[in-house]
């Protein structure tokens, strides 16, 4: 008898995939952001109805959860529309802001549920927040409406970058802790975008990227994550995320990246209020 061999396995579809609409951002981040964003930066080429086309596919192939990201995605001229429509498809939203400027019907839009709320901060000091941000006035903004989360109940998740020698990180997550967020997370700055000081390598990646997760980039590029963006699997615009999750590009791709040998307690790929490469202890580097 004949037992023919087993075919290769290939990566499953992600559950989770981080939609980067927008490059645009009030603030600069100098040093860190790894998507170069800034206030003269566009949306990309991924017009709306692409945006709405790739969430209804994400659904219908299995993605249970999308996050808004950027830039500052409600920036975006299609955002409002963009949550309703995968919460209409039946998936969990989560929107990374920076909270420097919320609009009211924003607030009434993170309070649907199946939303959460997702930011960054730097520092308990003004001084410092702002030397990672390059805006005056984004401490007391992203911290005032830091506040407002909390007192609305909206899920909340806060990402601490160490950016810099001596930067009150743990004075800053000390100071969340207090203001009555649940989900604090330290983390340093990766080789990414503003943050390169060397070439981008898998290396500085988790190690669980493209295993239940994806980004897809504002010219429709999918890579394993936000972080992983100099790794291109294909074109969800062009071929559509299904093709792409079935392709040869992905599978190399996701087999490329170095793993852990033992998961990390806490680095649950498929879930981003556990885990979030840029702002995740558990998610450092697997080397």
């Known amino acids: ?37 800034g206030p003269t ?13 790739l969430i209804s596919e994400a659904a219908e192939i299995g993605v249970k959860k999308v996050q808004f990201i950027g830039g500052e995605p409600t920036m975006h001229p299609h955002f409002d529309a963009l949550v309703h429509h995968a919460l209409a498809v039946g998936l969990g939203v989560q929107v990374y802001s920076n909270l420097y400027r919320v609009r009211l019907e924003h607030w009434a839009l993170f309070e649907q ?12 000091l003004a001084e410092e927040h702002e030397r990672v941000t390059g805006r005056k006035g984004s ?28 930067q009150r990180t743990a004075e800053a997550r000390q100071e969340l802790l207090d203001l009555g967020v649940r989900t604090v997370n330290v983390d340093r700055v990766r080789s990414v975008g503003r943050g390169e000081v060397h070439v981008p390598s898998t290396k500085d990646l988790c190690g669980r990227c493209a295993d239940g997760r994806a980004a897809i980039m504002t010219d429709g590029t999918v ?65």
């Open 41 to 53: 930066q566009d949306h990309g080429s991924m017009s709306g109805d692409d945006w709405q086309r």
């Open 139 to 166: 401490h007391a903004a992203t911290r005032a409406n830091i506040v407002q989360a909390v007192q609305r109940r909206i899920p909340l998740q806060v990402g601490i970058v160490e950016v810099f020698e001596g």
């Open 223 to 287: 890579t394993p994550c936000v972080l992983g963006r100099f790794l291109n699997t294909g074109n969800a615009k062009t071929s559509g995320l299904a093709a792409v999750f079935s392709g040869k590009r992905w599978a190399d791709t996701a087999a490329s990246i170095p793993r852990r040998p033992v998961p990390t307690a806490g680095c649950t790929p498929a879930d981003s209020n556990d885990c979030d490469p840029a702002n995740t202890e558990a998610c450092s580097p697997a080397y």
């Open 113 to 124: 549920p199946k939303v959460f709320l997702a930011t960054s901060y730097y520092s308990d």
């Open 1 to 37: 008898m004949t037992i023919a061999p087993e075919a290769p396995a290939r990566p499953a579809v992600p559950e989770f995939l981080e939609l980067e609409i927008t490059g645009r951002c009030q603030l600069t981040c100098p040093s860190l952001c790894y998507a170069k964003a």
